[in-house]
C-alpha cells in the first residue's frame, strides 16, 4: 500500500479537518470517523458517553459533510464516572448549546443511563454504536451486551481506549477492562484496531455490511493502514496542543460502591424523566 496513494484511498480522512476539539483523548482517531460514516453511511448513529462532544460532533460533521439524512444520538448523564470525576452543570450546557446550534436535524443528546435509553431504540435499529463510557469490564461487557441486539445487520461497534496500559497511563489503567472485552468478543466479527491515541477497536457486527466498510478490515492487514491513520490524528492531536486549550479539571467522582451516591444518581434520574427529556424521536 503505497504511501502516496492513501490520500486518494481514503479521500474523507483528508478531506474534512474537525471543526471541535475540546479535549485530548479520542481526537487522533477523528480522521477515521470521517472516513468510516462515509463508507457506512448510517442511519442511525450512538454514541455511548459524549463527555464534552469532541468525537459526537466529528460523526455529525461527516453526517453533514456526506450529505447523509443520519440521526445521530449522544447518550451521556454529564455527571461524571470512576475515571474523570465529576462534572460541573456547566459542560453539558455548553455541549447542548453547540450541538443545537451547529447540527440541528442531526444531533440529539439523551440524558440518560446506558441501560435505560437502550430502550428507546429498536433491536436492530442502530448502524453505528461508538461505546466510550466507563471503563471497567464490567461497565464496558454490560454496554456490550445491552446494545448488541440495537445493531443492525450494517452494524458496527467502536470501543475507545483498547490500548491503556500501566505503561502509557500508570495505576489508573488498572480499572480499564476494554481490552479484555474487546479481545473476548473480537474473533466473532471482521474487526480491526488501532493502538494511537489510547486505542481504538471497530467490531464489524452486522452480516451485511457494506463492502467498503470491509475494505477497511481488509486493509488493516497493511501496517501503512494503521500508521496512515495514526499520522492524520497526530495532525490533529498536534493542532489540540497548539490551540492552548487547558485540560478539563473534574472534581472528586464519589465512587460507584457509596450508597449515597447511588442514591443521589437515581434521584436526579427520575427528576429528569418527570420534567422531560431529550430522547430519539
Known amino acids: 500500500m503505497a504511501e502516496t496513494n492513501l490520500d486518494a484511498r481514503f479521500p474523507w480522512a483528508a478531506r474534512l479537518s474537525p471543526e471541535r476539539l475540546k479535549s485530548p483523548w479520542w481526537i487522533g482517531h477523528i480522521p477515521f470517523a ?15 458517553g459524549t463527555y464534552s462532544g469532541s468525537s459526537f460532533a466529528a460523526f455529525c460533521q461527516a453526517v453533514r459533510a456526506c450529505g447523509l439524512d443520519t440521526r445521530c444520538y449522544g447518550v451521556d448523564l454529564w455527571e461524571g464516572d470512576v475515571h474523570m470525576g465529576t462534572f460541573d452543570e456547566e459542560l453539558f450546557r455548553e455541549v447542548s448549546q453547540y450541538m443545537s446550534d451547529t447540527y440541528p436535524g442531526i444531533a ?14 429498536a433491536d436492530g435499529s442502530v448502524d453505528l454504536l461508538h461505546i466510550d463510557g466507563t471503563h471497567t469490564y464490567e461497565a464496558v461487557g454490560n454496554d456490550f451486551r445491552t446494545w448488541l441486539p440495537k445493531m443492525s445487520r450494517r452494524g458496527v461497534i467502536l470501543f475507545h481506549d483498547t490500548n491503556v496500559t500501566v505503561q502509557n497511563a500508570g495505576e489508573a489503567a488498572l480499572r480499564f477492562g476494554v481490552r479484555r472485552l474487546f479481545d473476548e468478543v473480537k474473533g466473532r466479527y471482521p474487526h480491526l484496531e488501532f493502538g494511537h491515541c489510547w486505542g481504538l477497536g471497530v467490531l ?9 466498510v470491509l475494505e477497511l478490515v481488509a486493509a488493516a492487514q497493511d501496517p501503512a493502514f494503521a500508521a496512515h491513520f495514526a499520522a492524520k490524528g497526530q495532525a490533529v ?23 449515597a451516591a447511588r442514591a443521589a444518581n437515581r434521584l436526579r434520574r427520575l427528576a429528569r424523566r418527570l420534567l422531560g427529556g431529550a430522547s430519539p424521536a
Open 204 to 212: 464489524v457486527t452486522g452480516s451485511e455490511a457494506p463492502p467498503e
Open 108 to 121: 440529539t443528546l439523551v440524558r440518560k443511563d446506558f441501560d435505560e435509553a437502550s430502550r428507546d431504540f
Open 34 to 48: 470521517f472516513e468510516l460514516v462515509a463508507r457506512l453511511r448510517p442511519g442511525t448513529l450512538v454514541e455511548l
Open 237 to 259: 492531536s498536534e493542532r489540540f496542543e497548539a490551540m492552548g486549550i487547558p485540560l478539563p479539571v473534574h472534581g472528586t467522582y464519589p465512587g460507584s460502591g457509596s450508597l
